[in-house]
């Protein structure tokens, strides 16, 4: 079934590593035939949450008027979120967690994402390098706990913008963007669901008009 997915490179660099990892993903998610969306954080205005707690009730910001808005709101409506990031001193970067404090606007609001996935990249190779920008990750979603980690791809070895060429990370990032978005939204199917009993109890109650007819018609 088709989803809707939002990439986001949150990597200060436009043509930096781990957005070459996303758009790994967004090219087999596209040929999965979802709609995919990449937005790249370069150049854009991201400005810190300040824990006004405002946004509560508005589901929006009332301090900043700034690129994460639009970006927060397209976070709201997707089916998938996949989030890029490189490894800064072992946790995500400055720019993807500042994000993540902006969507406090949606602690009370309805959200249809329910995947999230990680992507990330670093000079450091050791396997454990990303663990702790996941354990932020997973601990962002314990606040969006509707939703779940589906999946992490690392790439260690990479520092400058490209040395990702030829990483096997590349193929790994786009097979889970074709084959790893094939569960149905929960939130669909139970709209599915509720619209398949609606029917079926429409067609008991015409089933039992028909019947109540043809024995009113056999006793006379």
Known sequence: MKKKVLIIGTSPRLHGNTNILAKSFAKGAEAA???????????????????CWGCLESKTCV????????????????????FATPIYYYEMSGQ??????????LYKADYDFRDVYLLTAAEDTAPDTPEH????LKGWLKVF???????????????????????????????????GLGEINPKLLSKISDTILQKATCLKQVAFSMLDVFLIQSVR
């Open 133 to 136: 920008a996941i354990g932020g």
């Open 96 to 105: 993807m967690k500042t994000l993540l404090d902006r969507t406090n606007c």
């Open 63 to 82: 301090v900043n008027h700034d690129d994460a808005e639009e970006a927060v709101q397209k976070i709201r409506t997707a089916d998938v979120v996949v």
């Open 33 to 51: 035939g979802h709609d995919v969306e990449f937005i790249p954080l370069a150049g854009k205005r991201i400005g810190f949450c300040v824990g």
């Open 145 to 179: 706990n509707q939703a779940s980690l589906k999946g992490t791809v690392f790439a260690g070895g990479t520092m400058e913008d490209g040395t990702i060429a030829g990483h096997p990370e590349l193929e790994e990032a786009e097979a889970m963007g074709t084959k």
